[in-house]
């Protein structure tokens, strides 16, 4: 049994399996000061974490008693490291590592594993398809964190796959998925269904200071319509929406209360900036939106495209995107090495140095 000479590390915030980790969950997320920043956070944090932590619970318990997220990434994982020794058989052998941001495994327990394993080149595979400072920006900030405490040194060369929004076989997939719910619509209906693309929102204040996110997600719906011949009229639409300041819409709930109103109740719900299923799909999509909402509204059909979970052309679709990037050569993407005009966190500009400068 060789060691890795390639780990890929799976980067995702990661979801709780248990409900016994779910506060432990909400308290990481409210303190990460790259995804938010509170007033007095050290304190707020844990008030927050707190309080939040039976209402998502409940949520939990409703879609099994936790996030599927972890063995949806181990699969994929598994799928893409078997095709990488095949195709790429001079970097193998090729092992998988899941740093979560949020949850065991964290990102910091993956790069030790990987240290430990004597692995020769390492790549942060952001696991989120379209790029934002909140999610992928979080993850390789948190592993310039763990080097910086640490002298700064790495015994891996690293580099990055940072976004990855219009891959075709990514796109092949959603598509793919797509069309097999539309088949589920009554035949008179399928004409009229609406498309409705569905991403996690972003608050104004992180829009407007550049992040690159909205564009992104942008372009995966263009090209998932072009490749379905614009066989119905479609949005992009936002959710996740929390607390009171303004984020990015439209929302989705609203945008489905919007369509029924106007006459339009025929709607295919489609998750285009997850890949797994999880609480946002499996809970907000599926029973607060698709249930829920959708009888208060008077909906004909409400259906939900399928999440990209075990489909083996994704794990195809990972693959290549970590043999291209390997034969590239390249430590990141040319988007990485720019800030948001408006950045506010210093942190981010030396992550981006950290990772521009690895030699490949």
């Known amino acids: 049994n060789r060691n890795p000479k390639t780990g890929i590390l799976m980067l995702n915030m990661g979801g709780p399996e248990k409900l016994d980790d779910v506060h432990d969950f909400l308290f990481r997320l409210f303190m990460d000061r790259d995804l938010m920043t509170l007033p007095v956070q050290n304190k707020l944090a844990p008030f927050i974490a707190k309080r939040r932590t039976p209402k998502i619970q409940e949520q939990y318990s409703r879609i099994g008693g936790g996030s599927p997220i972890r063995m949806w990434t181990t699969l994929q994982g598994e799928g893409m490291v078997k095709l990488l020794d095949e195709i790429s058989p001079e970097t193998a052998p090729h092992k998988f590592y899941i740093g979560f941001r949020y949850v065991h495994p964290l990102t910091e327990e993956a790069i030790e594993e990987m240290e430990k394993d004597g692995v020769e080149r390492a790549i942060a595979f952001t696991q989120y398809p379209q790029y934002s400072c909140s999610t992928t920006g979080s993850s390789l900030n948190a592993i310039y964190r763990y080097y910086s405490s640490r002298g700064g040194k790495s015994k891996m060369s690293w580099s990055v796959i940072d976004r990855w929004p219009t891959h075709p076989l990514l796109i092949e997939c959603f598509a793919e998925h797509i069309l097999k719910e539309l088949e589920k619509f009554p035949v ?116 939900r495209a399928e999440s990209l979970n075990g489909n083996p052309l994704f794990f195809k679709a990972l693959a290549d995107l970590v043999h291209s990037h390997l034969q590239s050569k390249e430590a990141c993407s040319r988007q990485l090495t720019l800030r948001c005009p408006l950045c506010v966190n210093p942190v981010c500009g030396q992550t981006k140095e950290f990772f521009a400068s690895q030699k490949q």
């Open 188 to 303: 008179e209906k399928r004409d009229d269904v609406v498309i409705l693309f569905s991403a996690h929102s972003l608050p104004m204040s992180v829009v407007n200071r550049g992040d690159p996110y909205p564009q992104e997600v942008g372009a995966t719906v263009q090209r998932v319509m072009e490749r379905l011949k614009h066989c119905n009229p479609y949005r992009l639409v936002w959710q996740s929406k929390v607390g009171p300041m303004p984020w990015l819409g439209p929302q989705t709930d609203e945008t489905i209360k919007g369509l029924c109103h106007r006459g339009k109740k025929n709607i295919l719900l489609v998750p285009i900036a997850f890949t797994s299923d999880h609480i946002e799909t499996l809970h907000e999509l599926d029973i607060e939106y698709s249930q829920v909402l959708g009888e208060e509204c008077g909906v004909e059909n409400i259906k």
